[in-house]
């Protein structure tokens, strides 16, 4: 079976969430289980192209865009889990700071940076005589690839049976654009109608992949069910209900050869389930880069996040004053809105010797923050599955979590007196919740012989790529049956 696994973000090549984990990560544990998969992305004006030993194919493709023909050139890397990644380089559309905007809003130009990625995706195969049995697309980035394959592309015998599987790594972002950027897309005004792509007479690419793909994922069995509710479904449960038959929840994995303490070079002092002395090594470390005083027995969170509203902050900001009235310490690293920006910051020079932040992504900080933390925060208001709550199990940084999506599949609630569970969970959406939560935690940290072996066991839990990606291989058959009836 030959997959192309296309996504507008692969870690380590360039990142903004969880989506970049996934596409870093999945494609070699699929590859591993003796799929011919190959991935393909943008190349990013800050893509580090020799650090990653990224080249050009000496090859061009060149596709439509309104009434313009545009060109990119192709580049290629094999250096993560020897799968080839391709590059699809052109810098007026991606030589830019960020990968889709700053912090005052998107780009102007996604739909046509967008456009073009999925139109020159199609070219790519052609051109290279890539002939997938499944193209996997990602999130609204690459959405529109199964509306062309099943209008524009119909009759071209390159791309005749290639079936599609689509992934929403997060329902919120859709890729929505103004009805008049249509021709930007080369396809027909009949397809902006509401069984297609017109939602609120707006484009949605998003809703495109989910009316046109042949089979769609989540990244969690919670999050599957959610979407097709008014709460949780961002104006498409409609959509998603009537495609309820094709939808699969399907967890994502961990890549543990980048995110385990026993062998991250990043943190000051390896350790493991077997040996844990090192956990407080890396929490002198973490105390010390966010100029915190090191008093070891203070129980110490971590938050590493986008700083959105559906991240729960907002409870937070209700209940700061209470949370640092505790005898504890949290350290925060994230970027996104500047609201949220501007709230952390304060929240630091209030609180100095209990709070530090920084506005910021930073790789090596991320993988201090897991390894230095007690307990790791993430008071969700929807999380479609995190990856974080995950990472933090091995490094034996307890979750807290809202139960919400794939937190709620993941993280079980501790009992001490059983040994049962791996985390804290609260489920209403409400600051005093999380309030009691964090001093639950508190409690469970003050019993250190009890703390540390619970913090052992949690450390043991597997959430490898081995089973989801078995699941996926089932669903990428389930699409290509659909595509010879």
């Known amino acids: ?52 030993g990224i080249r050009s194919t000496r090859k061009k493709i060149t596709a439509q865009v309104r009434d313009n023909m545009v060109t990119a050139d192709i580049y290629k890397s094999d250096t993560v889990n020897n799968v080839t990644t391709y590059f699809i380089k052109n810098d007026d559309y991606y030589d830019r700071e960020q990968l889709y905007g700053t912090p005052d809003g998107d780009y102007p130009d996604n739909c046509e940076r967008f456009t073009f990625f999925n139109r020159a995706v199609l070219e790519f195969c052609k051109a290279f005589k890539y002939n997938p049995d499944v193209i996997h697309i990602n999130d609204w980035q690459a959405s529109l690839i199964p509306v062309y394959l099943k209008t524009t592309y119909k009759d071209d015998p390159a791309l005749t049976g290639v079936a599609t599987l689509m992934t929403v790594h997060n329902l919120a972002y859709q890729g929505l654009f103004w009805a008049y950027d249509m021709p930007i897309l080369n396809l027909g005004w009949d397809l902006f109608h509401h069984k297609y792509l017109e939602f609120y007479n707006n484009i949605n690419f998003l809703k495109g992949g989910i009316v046109f793909s042949d089979v769609i994922t989540t990244v969690s069995a919670k999050y599957s069910k959610e979407i097709q509710t008014a709460e949780f479904g961002c104006g498409l449960e409609g959509v998603l209900a009537d495609r309820k038959d094709d939808l699969h929840g399907v967890l994502n994995g961990v890549d543990y050869s980048v995110w385990n303490p026993s062998t991250d070079d990043l943190i000051a002092q390896k350790f493991n389930f077997k040996n844990d002395k090192g956990k407080a090594a890396c929490k002198k470390d973490l105390q010390k880069i966010y100029d915190l005083p090191q008093k070891t027995n203070l129980p110490l969170i971590g938050i590493i996040s986008r700083l959105a509203d559906q991240k729960g902050f907002d409870l937070i900001a209700e209940a700061i004053d209470n949370i640092a009235a505790l005898d504890l310490q949290m350290v925060v690293l994230g970027t996104g809105e500047q609201k949220y920006h501007d709230m952390f910051e304060a929240f630091a020079r209030k609180y100095p010797e209990k709070i530090g932040v920084k506005i910021a992504y930073d790789n090596t900080i991320a993988h201090k923050i897991e390894a230095g933390s007690d307990f790791f925060l993430m008071p969700s208001r929807y999380e479609p599955c995190g990856l974080n709550q995950i990472y933090s199990l091995k490094y034996g940084a307890v979750p807290i979590v809202r139960a919400t999506g794939g937190l709620d599949d993941t993280i079980k609630n501790i009992n001490l007196k059983t040994r049962a569970g791996n985390g804290i969970k609260f489920t209403k959406y409400d600051s005093n919740e999380l309030l009691k939560a964090i001093k639950k935690a508190l409690t469970i940290y003050g019993n250190k012989k009890a703390f540390r072996a619970l913090r052992k066991e949690v450390m043991k839990i597997d959430f490898s790529w081995s089973r989801s990606a078995k699941k996926y291989i089932n669903l990428y058959k389930n699409a290509m049956k659909k595509t010879t009836v």
């Open 1 to 52: 079976m030959k997959v192309l696994f296309v996504a507008s973000e692969v870690a380590p090549f360039a990142k903004t969430g969880g989506l970049a984990d996934v596409a870093g990560s999945l494609p070699g544990e699929l590859k591993n289980l003796g799929i011919d998969i190959s991935v393909i992305m943008p190349l990013y004006g800050k893509i580090d192209i020799k650090k990653h």
